[in-house]
């Protein structure tokens, strides 16, 4: 008996949602086309390369019609046709970013519409939002005109790709939720670099645009605790929990010195950690923005080894004894964006940073974008579906998972994601012949 896979949540809903989405891409390509072979096709190939964790783009090339490769790309990925790596860099470096934005949006609105997101609620129903910016690329050699530019003492000059990366966390939930990130590229006929501030302003009108009613917390580092970024965050009505350390806010810290609140506030939990609170309501964020009120906490930590921890937050969420460790507990759960997102894709076989090709115009961008889909698939795939789960448990790490996947897809005609799970299970099942 095959498991039943869930509907939308598991990976063959997943990725035809994905599939409708790249269908309505324009084709905008310059260059003379290999005729016969779709934008679309060559959308859902660079998806493919990342969904399976191909080292090289080369894994595709020259796919002929009756290897297996060919037909399980046609089954699991939608692919008529693969075209070769050359073609795959030429087409997706014409196409615009923009429009690869919708892809990410459906599949949270179906993570949304599977109760997903609710295991996500916290803090009176909020989501919370981690967002960081990390590099992408680095070169001194290969470059594009989108490419922020970076001039050393020496007079040489490197180039780079950042994005500013978003994602959904929970302090209890493994997975997290990526949203489209937002490139930090150089800003188009300028000679101006792009930075993570207004990556950041873009990121939030995006995500008020597409989900206008979505209560939500961000949360981001200290660079952030400042007033035209909590300005920012109220415009487009975000609650806010973000890091703020005394050394960078003295003016802030001296009100809550300087108030009765110097007893702390202590909670003891299950897991034998020992959490101290101080916070002041309604201070002054720093002196040159004294009507700019914000709550600040100050927390410490003593895990069960005596090992302690500091951290400092303002927030315009009121702080209450009853809240207090809550709002740590958010607080914390930023650093999820860093090690479940930016070091997974860079350590668990997604080759973040590995240099597919860089293109001329959007390549690089498309690849990261492709990528993070790719992620989400993986990441809603284990949060909702019992089959990927067992497949995950089965192989016992990532790494294996992906390349149990790569070798089926290379070997065996697997006919749907159904077939390629339950081989993974090793359950007898025949792999029909399609021919
Ligand atoms: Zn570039």
């Not at 939930?173 to 949203?179: A, G, R, T």
């Not at 927390?299 to 080894?305: A, G, I, L, S, V």
């Not at 290379?410 to 792999?431: A, F, M, P, T």
Request: with cysteine.
């Amino acid at each position: 008996m095959t498991l039943p896979l869930r509907k939308h949540l598991s990976a063959p809903g997943l990725i035809n949602t994905i599939y409708k989405e790249f269908a309505k891409v324009p084709d905008e390509a310059t260059f003379s086309r290999q005729p016969s072979i779709s934008l679309t096709d060559h959308l859902m190939s660079g998806l493919a390369v990342f969904g399976l964790k191909c080292p090289s783009l080369l894994d595709f090339e020259r796919q002929k019609e009756e290897t297996p490769t060919a037909n399980n790309l046609k089954d699991l990925y939608h692919v008529n046709q693969a075209p070769s790596d050359t073609y795959l860099r030429k087409r997706l470096d014409d196409v615009s970013p923009k429009y690869l934005r919708s892809a990410f949006k459906k599949l949270f609105a179906a993570f949304q519409r599977g109760k997903g997101l609710e295991r996500y609620e916290f803090l009176d129903g909020h989501i919370l939002l981690s967002g960081d910016g990390t590099g992408q690329f680095h070169s001194n050699k290969i470059s594009c005109p989108s490419c922020c530019q970076k001039k050393s003492r020496d007079g040489s000059i490197s180039y780079y790709h950042q994005m500013f990366g978003v994602c959904v966390v929970h302090p209890n939930q493994k997975n997290v939720i990526p949203l489209c990130p937002e490139p930090i590229l150089k800003e188009d006929g300028t000679e101006k670099n792009d930075c993570e501030r207004n990556a950041c302003k873009r990121f939030l009108n995006h995500f008020r645009r597409e989900h206008p009613h979505l209560k939500a917390i961000f949360l981001a580092d200290g660079l952030s605790s400042n007033a035209p970024n909590i300005e920012m965050l109220k415009e487009n009505n975000l609650r806010f929990i973000l890091i703020a350390k005394p050394g960078d806010h003295r003016f802030l810290f001296e009100q809550l010195e300087e108030s009765k609140k110097t007893v702390y506030h202590e909670v003891y939990t299950e897991d034998g950690c020992y959490h101290q609170f101080r916070f002041l309501n309604n201070a002054s964020l720093n002196k040159s923005f004294k009507n700019l009120k914000v709550n600040v906490l100050e927390y410490r930590c003593t895990d069960r080894k005596g090992k302690e921890v500091n951290f400092s937050w303002v927030t315009d969420i009121k702080l209450k004894e009853s809240n207090v460790l809550q709002i740590s507990q958010a607080g914390r759960a930023r650093w999820k964006v860093e090690n479940e997102t930016f070091n997974t894709l860079k350590n668990l076989g997604y080759n973040f940073e590995h240099n597919y090709g860089h293109g001329k115009q959007h390549l690089s961008t498309i690849f990261c974008l492709l990528m993070m889909l790719a992620f989400l698939v993986d990441q809603i795939q284990e949060a909702c579906c019992t089959v990927f789960q067992s497949c995950k448990q089965r192989k016992g790490t990532y790494r294996r998972l992906w390349e149990a996947m790569r070798t089926l897809f290379q070997e065996v005609v697997i006919g749907s994601w159904e077939n390629l799970y339950d081989l993974i299970l090793k359950k007898k099942r025949l792999v029909m012949d399609t021919s």
